[in-house]
């Protein structure tokens, strides 16, 4: 047995009376201005990021645009390389056959003397 038996259900109320005011005036408010600097902060970091990731692909594009233009000029260089190689190849063996067909004729009218 207590010799002194207190209640202290009034105290108790009066202390979560005044956490739940401190809470409410104070912690929340306090909470939700750093919710919202977070959130404008986040807003920004991912615009700019966003910004960012367009630029960069804005330049990939133009050099693969680039690259591309550089491998038509270098394709058409070879086709024109190869065209002109063909072409040589075709007067030098039509001269040539030209030639073999002199030399023969030359050889027979040799021959018939």
Do not use: H
């Not at 367009?54 to 690259?67: C, F, H, P, V």
Request: overall charge negative.
């Amino acid at each position: 047995m207590a010799l002194i038996n207190t209640d202290w259900t009034k105290e108790l109320a009066q202390v979560e009376a005044t956490i739940n005011k401190v809470l409410d005036e104070k912690v929340e408010p306090m909470v939700d201005k750093a919710l919202d600097r977070s959130i404008a902060e986040i807003e920004i970091a991912l615009n700019k990021t966003s910004f960012e990731v367009q630029e960069t692909i804005k330049q990939l594009s133009a050099e693969m645009d680039r690259q591309r233009q550089l491998v038509v000029a270098d394709m058409k260089g070879v086709v024109t390389y190869a065209a002109t190689a063909l072409l040589i190849v075709i007067v030098l063996a039509s001269t040539g056959f030209t030639l073999f067909k002199i030399y023969c004729m030359s050889r027979e009218i040799l021959n018939e003397q």
